[in-house]
Structure formats: structure tokens, C-alpha cells
């Protein structure tokens, strides 16, 4: 039986053991002091849970450089990962297809708390366009997807995620307000689209729509095209909202998702 007065600190040891693992995804390899000094690690624990991790696979020691970096357990578990199964067979071909039609970046995004996190990426073949990858974590209050997927839960939910976070203001145009924010949501369920207009990055423009509701699948998903400002015209942001309902509608249909209009 566990000791019950040893639980705290065995809760803590995992807590640490997953920041490190998290730091080591998000981060090239590292070695010891750097990963003390980014994550404040105890040093006397440090070299435990590293050993751990090193021995269980999920880390991964460079006998020479003495670095650290993840290591193949953490790609097995990916691999079997199968959460978002359904929209990584019937999404990348769709998206393809839509960078070529529109010759922009075309994006593919869950929802995490308040962040999308991106699940697949048609880049444009433009030499300007947005560095982006999959993985990457962006605040959802400030991006046409973010908005899209933040639409999919009712306002409550919204709300208290919302109340949850510090919300920051990344350009001139970015709203923090969360009344504001919710507002925003609620003009984008009306007319079927979101917007980013330079609220997350000066010189960079969204459109986006919701793709699956939970209720549907378990996943808040949302598609975009993201694009620079200076690629859009007079009719921007309707000159790709036909183009992104389209591809948003077939790839519903792909899932055997109906019953839920996409914009008007």
C-alpha cells in the first residue's frame, strides 16, 4: 500500500518529470544547467528524475554533448495517440488542395483551454508566409482559429476560460477584453466566419471556421487560411470564406458529420 503522507511528494515528482518532458518538446536538446535554470529544478531531485526518464526511454542523454532531448518512448506514444485520428485522414488532401486554389497557408487547428494547437499545416508556396508549425501553441483570443474553436463551447465555458488566464495584448488591434472577446464570438457565429485583422502578428490576416464541436466528436477542431496583409484585397476576408466553407463542408461530409450549417 502507498504511504499516504508520501503522496504529495510523489505527485510533485510527476508534475516535474512531465514539465521536463513538455520543456524538451517545445525546446532543442538541453543540458543539465540550462534545464535547472528553465525550469527551476532542485538540483538534488534533478538528477533523478532525469535518470528515470533516460532509463524509461522517455529522454534521451548524448553521451557526448551531455545533452538532453526526448527520446523514443515519447514518439511511440504519439504514434498511438488517436484523438484527432478522424481529421488527420480526411484533413491533409482537402488542405492541399486548398493552398492550391488560394495559394495561402492553409491551417487545421484543436483547442487546448485557451490555445489552439495546430494538427496539420498546407504551407503556401509563397516565399512570404507564415512560419508556423505543427505542435505550436498560440493564444486563441487573438487568432481567427483560436475564435473559431472558442465558438464551439457554449458561453459559460468561454467565459470561465477566459477569467482562467491572463490575456494578453500581442498587437495594437488585439481585444483582451473577455466581454469583448465573447462579443466577437458572438458576431462570428452569426455571419459563419472568424477574423484575425493583425491581432496576433502586424502584417498577418485569418479567416477561419469551426470544423467539429465536441459534442460531435469530442474535439473542438477549426480550419483557416492565414495569409499576409499585403496579399489581400478589397475583398478580403469574403474572398476566402467561399473557398474555406467549401473545403470545411467537404471535410465533414469525408467524417460522416452532418446537421450543423456552416455560415450563412
Known amino acids: 500500500m502507498t504511504d499516504i503522507a508520501q503522496a504529495p511528494s510523489a505527485v510533485k515528482s510527476a508534475g516535474r518529470a512531465l514539465e521536463i518532458i513538455e520543456h524538451l518538446a517545445a525546446t532543442d536538446a538541453q543540458t543539465f544547467p540550462e534545464l535547472l535554470g528553465a525550469l527551476g529544478l532542485p538540483r538534488s531531485s534533478a538528477h533523478g528524475l ?24 515519447a514518439w511511440q506514444i504519439g504514434q498511438r495517440y488517436d484523438g484527432h485520428r478522424l481529421l488527420l485522414e480526411a484533413g491533409p488532401a482537402l488542405m492541399r488542395a486548398l493552398t492550391d486554389e488560394t495559394g495561402e497557408t492553409v491551417q487545421m487547428a484543436r483547442l487546448d483551454g485557451v490555445e489552439n494547437v495546430y494538427i496539420a499545416i498546407s504551407p503556401s508556396p509563397n516565399p512570404m508566409r507564415l512560419a508556423s508549425n505543427v505542435g505550436m501553441r498560440l493564444h486563441a483570443h487573438a487568432t481567427g482559429i483560436g475564435k473559431a474553436l472558442l465558438s464551439t463551447l457554449d458561453d459559460d465555458d468561454v467565459m470561465r476560460r477566459l477569467h482562467q488566464v491572463a490575456i494578453p495584448r500581442l498587437t495594437a488591434r488585439t481585444i483582451t477584453d473577455p466581454d469583448d472577446i465573447l462579443a466577437v464570438i458572438e458576431k462570428g457565429r452569426d455571419v459563419g466566419f472568424f477574423v484575425d485583422d493583425e491581432e496576433f502578428i502586424d502584417g498577418c490576416r485569418c479567416v477561419a471556421m469551426p470544423l467539429t464541436w465536441p459534442e460531435e466528436t469530442g474535439v473542438a477542431a477549426a480550419l483557416s487560411i492565414t495569409m499576409p496583409t499585403s496579399r489581400t484585397d478589397e475583398r478580403w476576408p ?27
Not at 65 to 72: A, E, I, P
Not at 240 to 248: A, I
Request: positive net charge; without cysteine; hydrophobic residues 40%.
Open 50 to 73: 532525469l535518470r528515470t526518464l533516460v532509463d524509461a526511454g522517455w529522454v534521451e542523454l548524448d553521451p557526448v554533448s551531455k545533452r538532453y532531448s526526448l527520446g523514443l518512448k
Open 238 to 264: 469574403h474572398s476566402m470564406v467561399e473557398p474555406l466553407r467549401r473545403t470545411v463542408l467537404r471535410l465533414r461530409e469525408d467524417m460522416h458529420l452532418q446537421g450543423i450549417s456552416i455560415g450563412n
